[in-house]
């Protein structure tokens, strides 16, 4: 890659496409793969990304909301699409748009089949949430019986999943847990298929969910985080390459005098002669405040140079008194030697957080190795 000229998201393309066939080579030939490219493809493109998830042959993508499938239906992206957390304000345009909700409450499947049975449909594609523990979305077990009677009602909606999240599937110490909510699962899909009398598509699995636990994979497993590069322990993050390297430049070098502060607030006191270097890129790409004060760096030259004083909006400041460099040189915020899941950990985030918060106003540049 040519070095920065200004602050840019790269995407390697490759590593995307290594990511995914890792984590197939964990999945037997029949289970399917839901690509889950929700928050702009987890910061990096969610049109471009999808993209070549489909060219690669994920048989599903997954959003969070409407809006991100409608942007997928607008690149003509044609495969489908599984809605997460859908709002009934947005169901008509799900419809029109061929989404696939997510249903996870009497009250949103009464009001699904309500704007789907006004718009004529016949066995809509729906996926149906089911909480085992997790306790943020999802039908109970004893919403079953309800389930049915409204399915034996109509014909509006076909159950084209069924499926439900894990709550700690990164966490060998929550083992006992997680199969505790896979046992659950189990019981809840063969009371609702029995009640029902078809099969639809079973699906637990987020990416360490497909990698701890190869007996739950079922008929499809949803990988987001994985496909971006991470594998949420040190072992399995070997395995994977993050496809994203957020760089900047250096705009202005000062040598300031001991005593001389810097930034907002005079955050920083310089404790000797200091060479700092002003870059690019502040808390409204991302770089949460949290980082200031020496707690975040960045790489120059292949050298650490920790953020000084308080991040500002557009811009942090780095003292670079030990690296040898000039103004315009290249500046790695995160990539894949000194990596978002470091940086993030540093103000006890994850990866999650710091590569979906990367701002829009950043230019993507994509490239394949
Ligand atoms: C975001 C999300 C996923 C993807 O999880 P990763 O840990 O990124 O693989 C899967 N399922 C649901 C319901 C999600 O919200």
């Not at 793969?33 to 999808?50: H, L, P, Q, R, T």
């Not at 909510?181 to 987020?206: D, E, M, R, V, W």
């Not at 404790?271 to 020496?294: E, K, L, M, V, W």
């Not at 991040?311 to 790695?332: A, H, L, R, S």
Request: negative net charge; charged residues 20%; contains cysteine.
């Amino acid at each position: 890659m040519p070095k920065a000229k200004e602050t840019i998201l790269e995407i390697n393309l490759t590593s995307l496409e290594e990511n995914y066939h890792y984590l197939k080579s964990k999945l037997s030939e029949e289970t399917k793969f839901m690509g889950v490219v929700k928050a702009f493809g987890y910061g990096s493109d969610s049109v471009e990304i999808a993209k070549n998830l489909v060219e690669l042959g994920v048989n599903y993508l997954a959003v969070a909301y409407v809006k991100e499938g409608v942007v997928l239906r607008d690149a003509g992206i044609e495969t489908p699409i599984l809605v997460l957390h859908p709002q009934p304000a947005n169901f008509s345009t799900l419809i029109d748009r061929c989404l696939e909700p997510s249903l996870y409450s009497p009250n949103v499947f009464k009001q699904f089949i309500n704007v789907a049975s006004e718009k004529n449909q016949v066995n809509y594609p729906v996926h149906l949430k089911f909480n085992t523990g997790l306790n943020r979305l999802g039908f109970w077990e004893n919403d079953v019986d309800f389930i049915e009677l409204k399915l034996k009602e109509s014909n509006t909606i076909k159950v084209a999943s069924i499926f439900s999240h894990l709550a700690a599937s990164e966490d060998k110490n929550e083992k006992d847990f997680t199969i505790s909510q896979i046992h659950n699962f189990k019981i809840l899909t063969a009371s609702l298929i029995n009640k029902i009398g078809y099969s639809p598509l079973l699906h637990i699995c987020n990416t360490s969910g497909i990698l701890n636990y190869p007996e739950a994979h079922f008929d499809m497993v949803r990988s987001g985080i994985g496909l971006y590069g991470f594998g949420n322990s040190e072992v399995e993050n070997k395995n994977f390459q993050p496809i994203a390297t957020l760089k900047s430049i250096i705009s202005q070098i000062h040598q300031i005098e001991k005593g001389e502060s810097v930034g907002y607030n005079r955050a920083y006191i310089s404790s000797s002669f200091q060479n700092t270097a002003t870059i690019p890129i502040g808390h409204a790409d991302g770089i949460s405040r949290a980082y200031g004060n020496g707690i975040g760096w960045v790489t120059i030259q292949g050298r650490k140079a920790p953020i000084i004083g308080n991040v500002c909006m557009d811009m942090i400041m780095v003292n670079i008194t030990e690296i040898d460099c000039k103004e315009g040189d290249e500046v790695i915020i995160f990539g894949a030697l000194s990596t978002a899941e470091k940086l993030s950990a540093s103000i006890h985030s994850i990866s999650y957080e710091l590569i979906t918060s990367v701002s829009q106003r950043i230019k993507r540049v994509f490239h394949r190795n």
